[in-house]
Each structure stands twice: as structure tokens, then as C-alpha cells.
């Protein structure tokens, strides 16, 4: 039987940082590696035995695509990492409804949709990463879909962690994060400004191949991250947005 790792979103991005650091974990048969555009895919061969499974996780039929992949080849899935996801950062209704609709398709739908199809391809001691975000600790107007999208993942794979008996789930809650993601969150005209400080996802990845082999159910990486956290999880919430809006330049109410 096949030994695979598969990871979504892993043409760039944390996804692709997973992929080229995979040996920090442990060897893999082959790597399934799952994104939309198939060059960008073929291209991580590079790293590592990559099948390229070019799908958008947005459309419900590529997780008939990933069923019947799973049924044919029946391999052994030791490692599922959900990085795929993407945010807008701005008011609820200046952004598309299509962004707004597609934030929950990927962010939430399409975690719980491969999680649901690999749990039943992976053994005793196999994990799954699911990327969350330091966002998902507290309500962040004009981030406001996005961060409840990673509330839910946080939740969700806690809660998952508890009901799998074989099977480890950890939350990655990374901060902001130096990668290709602000090329889609951020429009022309910016409402977040300032990010108070910006890791590099080779940094936050170490740390999570260290805390997914302790077993943890949550992984945050930084001083800075893991003071706000702290706080937010403690001040009231409604002081925790003014207090956001502020740094921002924005007016709360």
C-alpha cells in the first residue's frame, strides 16, 4: 500500500512550504498535491514524488474528482494538510458576493469536505493540519467573513481532534504571514494598514512540523501572536474590534 502526504493549496503559500520542508516529518511514497493550476503543480516535482491533482475546491465536483482517486489507488494517507484558502480585506458589501460566497466554499466547505473523504484512507498515528489563523480568536471588521471562515476551522479541528481515536488533527493559527496572500486580500484602495509585524512561513511551518509531532491541538508561532491571542481571549470583544479599528485609521461605532 502507498505511503501519500496529500496537501491542498500546495502551489504556493504555506501549502508550498509544507511541501518542500515534507522531509522535516517523515517519507512519503508520493505527494498528492492539490491546487488549480496543474504547471504551477508539476513544477513542485522539483522537491519531491508529486502527483498533481488540478482541482477547484470551490466546485463540488472535485470532491467526486478526489473520492474516485481515493478508491482507485486505496493508499495510505499518513498526512493531510488543508492549506488551501484566501481572504478579502474589506467591508462586507464593497466586496463581491461571489468573494464573500467563495471565502466559505474554500475556507470551511472544502476542509470539511477532504477531510471527511481521507479520514477513512488514513491509519493509527496519522495526522491532519488544518490552517487556520491568529484571526481565529476574535470578531475582525473588514476581515469579518474571513476571519469567522478561520473561527470555524479552529473550532472544527478541535473538536475533530477529540472525536478521532487514531487519527491527530492540529489548528495552525498563524499571524500575518510573508507569502502571496495579500495579492488577493488586498485591493487598490487598503482598509487594513498596518500589520504590527509579518512572519515568514518558513519559520511558522518549523514550528508546526515540531508541535504536530507533540501531539498539540493548536500551533501558534511568535511573541507577538501569542500575546495578542492572550489578550483577545481575555478583553471583552467589543474592546478587542474598536481597539482594532483604531490602529487601522477606521471609525468604530
Known amino acids: 500500500m502507498k505511503k501519500i502526504a496529500v496537501i491542498t493549496g500546495a502551489s504556493s503559500g504555506m501549502g508550498k512550504q509544507f511541501l518542500e520542508t515534507l522531509q522535516d516529518y517523515g517519507s512519503f511514497d508520493?505527494?498528492?498535491?492539490?491546487?488549480?493550476?496543474?504547471?504551477?503543480?508539476?513544477?513542485?516535482?522539483?522537491?519531491?514524488?508529486?502527483?498533481?491533482?488540478?482541482?477547484?475546491?470551490?466546485?463540488?465536483?472535485?470532491?467526486?474528482?478526489?473520492?474516485?482517486?481515493?478508491?482507485?489507488?486505496?493508499?495510505?494517507?499518513?498526512?493531510?494538510?488543508?492549506?488551501?484558502g484566501y481572504g478579502k480585506f474589506d467591508a462586507v458589501t464593497d466586496t463581491a458576493l461571489s468573494d464573500n460566497l467563495g471565502m466559505i466554499d474554500l475556507n470551511c466547505k472544502a476542509v470539511a469536505a477532504m477531510c471527511q473523504l481521507t479520514i477513512?484512507?488514513?491509519?493509527?498515528?496519522?495526522?491532519?493540519?488544518?490552517?487556520?489563523?491568529?484571526?481565529?480568536?476574535?470578531?475582525?471588521?473588514y476581515i469579518c467573513i474571513y476571519g469567522a471562515t478561520k473561527a470555524f476551522i479552529l473550532n472544527y479541528s478541535r473538536a475533530l481532534n477529540q472525536e478521532l481515536k487514531d487519527v491527530h488533527v492540529m489548528a495552525l493559527c498563524p499571524f500575518w504571514v510573508k507569502t502571496d496572500f495579500?495579492?488577493?486580500?488586498?485591493?487598490?484602495?487598503?482598509?487594513?494598514?498596518?500589520?504590527?509585524?509579518?512572519?515568514?512561513?518558513?519559520?511558522?511551518?518549523?514550528?508546526?512540523?515540531?508541535?504536530?509531532?507533540?501531539?498539540?491541538?493548536?500551533?501558534?508561532?511568535?511573541?507577538?501572536?501569542?500575546?495578542?491571542?492572550?489578550?483577545?481571549?481575555?478583553?471583552?470583544?467589543?474592546?478587542?474590534?474598536?481597539?482594532?479599528?483604531?490602529?487601522?485609521?477606521?471609525?468604530?461605532k
Open 30 to 84: 508520493e505527494v498528492w498535491a492539490v491546487a488549480r493550476r496543474k504547471d504551477l503543480l508539476d513544477s513542485l516535482k522539483a522537491f519531491c514524488p508529486v502527483r498533481s491533482v488540478p482541482v477547484d475546491l470551490t466546485d463540488p465536483l472535485s470532491f467526486e474528482v478526489y473520492r474516485k482517486l481515493l478508491e482507485e489507488e486505496k493508499p495510505s494517507v499518513d498526512l493531510l494538510i488543508n492549506a488551501s
Open 182 to 252: 495579500f495579492n488577493r486580500a488586498v485591493g487598490d484602495n487598503p482598509v487594513v494598514k498596518k500589520y504590527i509585524v509579518m512572519y515568514d512561513p518558513e519559520s511558522i511551518v518549523k514550528k508546526a512540523w515540531k508541535d504536530v509531532k507533540k501531539k498539540k491541538d493548536v500551533s501558534i508561532y511568535g511573541l507577538v501572536a501569542k500575546g495578542q491571542i492572550f489578550l483577545v481571549k481575555h478583553l471583552p470583544h467589543g474592546f478587542v474590534m474598536k481597539t482594532w479599528m483604531k490602529q487601522q485609521g477606521m471609525k468604530a
Open 120 to 141: 477513512p484512507y488514513m491509519p493509527k498515528g496519522a495526522s491532519i493540519i488544518n490552517i487556520a489563523s491568529a484571526s481565529s480568536f476574535q470578531p475582525v471588521p
